[in-house]
Nanobody
C-alpha cells in the first residue's frame, strides 16, 4: 500500500519541542522533495519547510531558526524538529511529496505535491 504516515504530534506547552516523522511505505522518498505543511484551526493550509533529495532545505519565515527538517534515507523518513513552540504553531501537520528536484518556492504552491499524508495534530497550549 502506497502511503505517507505522519506521527509525533502531541500537546505541548509553549517553549517546548516536538519531532514529527513522515514515513513512506510502498514507495521511496528518494529523488523527491518532501515538505511539511500545516493547517491551523479555521485557517488555510500553509507551507512550513521542504527538503530536497540532496538535502537542501527551505523554511517559511515563521519556522526559520526554530524548526529543522531532515531526512533519513535508510528509514525512508523525513523529520521535522520543532523547538521553541508557540501557541500559533497549533495546527494539523501534513507531509507531502513531489517529483520536482528542488524545493524552490514549492512551499507556496501546494499543487505541485501529489502525495499527502493524513496529518498529525500539534497543539501548543499552557
Amino acid at each position: 500500500q502506497v502511503q505517507l504516515v505522519e506521527s509525533g504530534g502531541d500537546l505541548v506547552q509553549p517553549g517546548g519541542s516536538l519531532r514529527l516523522s513522515c514515513t513512506a511505505s510502498g514507495f521511496t522518498l528518494d529523488y523527491k522533495i518532501v515538505a511539511w505543511f500545516r493547517q491551523p484551526p479555521g485557517k488555510a493550509r500553509e507551507g512550513v519547510s521542504c527538503v530536497s533529495n540532496s538535502g537542501d532545505t527551505s523554511y517559511v519565515k515563521s519556522a526559520k531558526g526554530r524548526f529543522t527538517i531532515s531526512r533519513d534515507k535508510a528509514k525512508n523518513t523525513v523529520f521535522l524538529q520543532m523547538n521553541s513552540l508557540k501557541v500559533e504553531d497549533t495546527a494539523l501537520y501534513y507531509c507531502a511529496t513531489s517529483p520536482r528536484p528542488w524545493c524552490d518556492n514549492t512551499l507556496y504552491n501546494s499543487g505541485v505535491f501529489n502525495s499527502w499524508g493524513q496529518g498529525t495534530q500539534v497543539t501548543v497550549s499552557a
